[in-house]
T-cell receptor
Framework: IAGITQAPTSQILAAGRRMTLRCTQDMRHNAMYWYRQDLGLGLRLIHYSNTAGTTGKGEVPDGYSVSRANTDDFPLTLASAVPSQTSVYFCASSARTGYNEQFFGPGTRLTVL | AQSVTQPDIHITVSEGASLELRCNYSYGATPYLFWYVQSPGQGLQLLLK??????LVQGIKGFEAEFKRSQSSFNLRKPSVHWSDAAEYFC???????????FGGGTRVLVKP
């Protein structure tokens, strides 16, 4: 089934630990995105990638890093998790940048204690 | 900087009644506008989008939205809601090129039997 998969579905993490959220898409989309969703704030862009091998910073990039070694995968890493990174994280992709529809994964619920 | 405001955090509507969700945006150029729906525990699904042309846009699930440039608004409507329309709805604005989609804070819709 075509779409975006994210793993894990949920995770409880101790502060200071390193964590990588995985995202894979099979639609051969060029652009991929990471958002965090917090109550009342909607979705905020963390990092994005226009194409394999390139990445860029979004609205709230601090404390997060990404890589885009190939078209399909776009992992998000928290090098040293803090409680303020407790959130629901969504990965998305689009066929190209700009005005094309973004398709979203099911999300990862992360709790940092 | 672009921004999106959804003034209503919660809306409760009776099944079969009409629904209107408000969205106001701030953007310096011609905006690209989107409405997404998020069912509980799910990712976001695109309802409809406006890029240009007819200012009344039809989407999936019987939704429509009207772009009003003079009011900087892109309100979502449905003539008769179904219990399955209970969800959170997000308005988003994007530029004509580039990656940044800016989301509103969301409106949660509850449907009474």
């Amino acid at each position: 089934i075509a779409g975006i998969t994210q793993a894990p579905t949920s995770q409880i993490l101790a502060a200071g630990r390193r964590m990588t959220l995985r995202c894979t898409q099979d639609m051969r989309h060029n652009a991929m995105y990471w958002y965090r969703q917090d109550l009342g704030l909607g979705l905020r862009l963390i990092h994005y990638s226009n194409t394999a091998g390139t990445t860029g910073k979004g609205e709230v990039p601090d404390g997060y890093s990404v890589s885009r070694a190939n078209t399909d995968d776009f992992p998000l890493t928290l090098a040293s998790a803090v409680p303020s990174q407790t959130s629901v994280y969504f990965c998305a992709s689009s066929a190209r940048t700009g005005y094309n529809e973004q398709f979203f994964g099911p999300g990862t619920r992360l709790t940092v204690l | 900087a672009q921004s999106v405001t959804q003034p209503d955090i919660h809306i409760t509507v009776s099944e079969g009644a009409s629904l209107e969700l408000r969205c106001n945006y701030s953007y310096g150029a011609t905006p690209y506008l989107f409405w997404y729906v998020q069912s509980p525990g799910q990712g976001l699904q695109l309802l409809l989008k406006y890029f240009s042309g007819d200012t009344l846009v039809q989407g999936i699930k019987g939704f429509e939205a009207e772009f009003k440039r003079s009011q900087s608004s892109f309100n979502l409507r449905k003539p008769s809601v179904h219990w399955s329309d209970a969800a959170e709805y997000f308005c988003a604005v994007g530029p004509s090129a580039g990656n940044k989609l800016t989301f509103g804070g969301g409106t949660r819709v509850l449907v009474k039997p």
